[in-house]
């Protein structure tokens, strides 16, 4: 099993310009998540789908849009980068609506740079 | 509101102990969660507690939980350079609330 993979690794952007970055998880779970990582403010969340066919925003959804694709994929799309849009962005899933530990598991990021 | 905080930085010498704190604020949190991310990569599950819990311990870390005080600890023996890492604390509502990371630097 891959567990979460993320695509592209790296990318510079240009302000203004769009992009989508794509999550997918081959765990079966229900539920995912992309989060951004700033120094000093952790991993604040963006958006996150409890299940398929359902989204709901995090605590910094402005500038960002998602598409949950099919129970295996969870796609970021940013409409018109902006310099404050520079940060590592993880995408995350996990079995959510089981009882027990329920343990997150994390992609190994996106690195994004909007000049 | 949902705010979970962690001191930024902690420094210690190969050998020691080294203690991270953490405070939640949610009471109904079934389980609390300690994550590590080593450099350039995602968080890892490191440890967890259930909530009916006061300490959890798993080779050389132990979690304290105090639920009165809404805080949660983890403490490392022997603390070697591979500790080297950010840590964070989590609680669990319907979906993950994670602290702001303490990043630990092992020195010689």
């Known amino acids: 099993n891959a567990g979460v993979t993320q695509t592209p690794k790296f990318q510079v952007l240009k302000t203004g310009q769009s992009m989508t970055l794509q999550c997918a998880q081959d765990m079966n779970h229900n539920s995912m998540y992309w989060y951004r990582q700033d120094p000093g403010m952790g991993l604040r969340l963006i958006y996150y789908s409890a299940s398929e066919g359902t989204t709901d925003k995090g605590e910094v959804p402005n500038g960002y849009n998602v598409s949950r694709l099919n129970k295996r994929e969870f796609s970021l799309r940013l409409e018109s980068a902006a310099p404050s849009q520079t940060s590592v962005y993880f995408c995350?899933?996990?079995?959510?609506?089981?009882?027990?530990?329920?343990?997150?598991?994390f992609g190994p990021g996106t690195r994004l740079t909007v000049l | 509101g949902e705010d979970v905080e962690q001191s930024l930085f902690l420094s210690v010498r190969e050998g020691d102990s080294s203690v991270i704190n953490c405070t939640y604020t949610?009471?109904?949190?079934?389980?609390l969660y300690w994550y590590k991310q080593e450099p350039g990569a995602g968080l890892q599950l490191l440890t967890y507690i259930f909530s009916n819990m006061d300490m959890k311990q798993d080779q050389r870390l132990t979690v304290l939980l105090n639920k009165k005080d809404k805080h949660l600890s983890l403490r490392i023996a022997d603390t070697q350079t591979g500790d080297s890492a950010i840590y964070f604390c989590?609680?669990?509502?319907?979906?993950?609330?994670f602290g702001t990371g303490t990043r630990l630097q092992v020195f010689p």
């Open positions: 995350a899933s996990r079995q959510a609506g089981t009882s027990g530990v329920n343990e997150q598991f």
């Open positions: 989590a609680e669990n509502t319907d979906k993950l609330i």
């Open positions: 949610d009471s109904s949190s079934t389980y």
